[in-house]
């Protein structure tokens, strides 16, 4: 069982950067998949990131990718999404989940994520 806590979201204006944080609870966070989604208002939910068990590859987003970051850090039992050069588009309420799997439909598909945060606020004003 995993419980996930976001925080770090709030409003910002464009091309200025925030960091996401998702604290996860339990001891065997190092052996998940972490992802980062985005629902913005009248919009489906969407990938945003990615990152495996290990740190060792990270997945992104065309719309995120060269602005937006992914990282975790196993010690603290917490992934982070750093954002750059934010943009309205951006505007959002973000979730981070879990999954066990590490195999395709993983990362891009919200169905093998089993737990999942209650999601944060990022509002990026012009």
């Known amino acids: 069982q995993v419980q996930l806590v976001e925080s770090g979201g709030g409003l910002a204006q464009t091309g200025n950067s925030l960091r996401l944080s998702c604290a996860a609870s339990?001891?065997?966070?190092?052996?998940?998949?972490m992802g980062w989604f985005r629902r913005a208002p009248g919009k489906e939910r969407e990938f945003v990131a990615a990152?495996?068990?290990?740190?060792?590859?990270?997945y992104y987003a065309d719309s995120v990718k060269g602005r937006f970051t992914i990282s975790r850090d196993n010690a603290k039992n917490t992934v982070y999404l750093q954002m750059n050069n934010v943009k309205p588009e951006d505007t959002a309420v973000y979730s981070c989940?879990?999954?066990?799997?590490?195999?395709?439909?993983?990362?891009?598909?919200?169905?093998?994520?089993?737990?999942w945060g209650q999601g944060t606020q990022v509002t990026v004003s012009s």
């Open positions: 989940a879990a999954s066990h799997q590490e195999s395709p439909p993983w990362p891009y598909y919200s169905g093998v994520y089993g737990y």
């Open positions: 339990g001891r065997t966070f190092s052996s998940y998949g």
């Open positions: 990152i495996t068990w290990s740190g060792g590859a990270t």
